[in-house]
């Protein structure tokens, strides 16, 4: 009898630990998520690894972006910002399908549009949950201040932006109205 309950009381205790471990700040997997942005990476939209530690010492613009919706013609001024200030700054498109399902195409659809629509030759990546269940843990630290240590951000729509600095401090988010070249952005440039 004694046994049962002790057995009884482990998988009590099991239970226990394995729904902490699904708290914000945890993968689905129950590892703890990196804490600082150069720790992170992602999958290229050509399948290679986009490691966030190769950027170091530049500014980081990530966007969440999609080839279907209102905001797409972004893509012109996110190359622009992206051409002009390449000495101190990347920009990164996460392509995602969770607004409205304004990327379905596949990553090779994905990155024939962008370059024969808008010219880009800025890193995209695979097609990611930017918010929700299996988001993306870049995401996650973008959008949790538990990460980030700065702030809680939401991702509303198609082409959010979130500046990140050459230290890999999480610095602005800004909304898919503020246009790439705008001077809210091109001021934390300089």
């Not at 309950?5 to 729904?19: H, M």
């Not at 012109?76 to 607004?99: A, H, M, T, W």
Request: net charge neutral.
């Amino acid at each position: 009898m004694k046994i049962a309950a002790f057995f009884l009381l482990l998988a009590l205790l099991g239970v226990t630990l394995v729904s902490a471990t699904k708290r914000k700040g945890h993968n689905n997997a129950g590892a703890a998520l990196p804490k600082a942005f150069h720790e992170l990476a992602v999958a290229g939209i050509d399948g290679e690894e986009i490691h966030m530690s190769d950027f170091r010492g530049k500014f980081v613009l990530c966007v969440n972006v999609a080839s279907k919706c209102g905001f797409t013609p972004q893509y012109k001024g996110l190359q622009e910002l992206y051409e002009k200030y390449q000495d101190k700054l990347v920009v990164i498109g996460f392509p995602s399908n969770q607004f409205l399902m304004q990327e379905p195409g596949t990553e090779e659809e994905i990155a024939t549009f962008c370059e024969i629509n808008y010219g880009v030759t800025f890193p995209l990546t695979e097609k990611i949950k930017v918010k929700g269940g299996g988001q993306h843990p870049i995401y996650a630290w973008l959008t949790q201040k538990e990460l980030n240590g700065v702030s809680d951000a939401k991702v509303s729509w198609n082409f959010n932006k979130f500046l990140i600095s050459p230290e890999g401090e999480w610095l602005a988010h800004f909304p898919s109205k503020v246009a790439p070249m705008s001077e809210e952005i091109t001021e934390r440039l300089k």
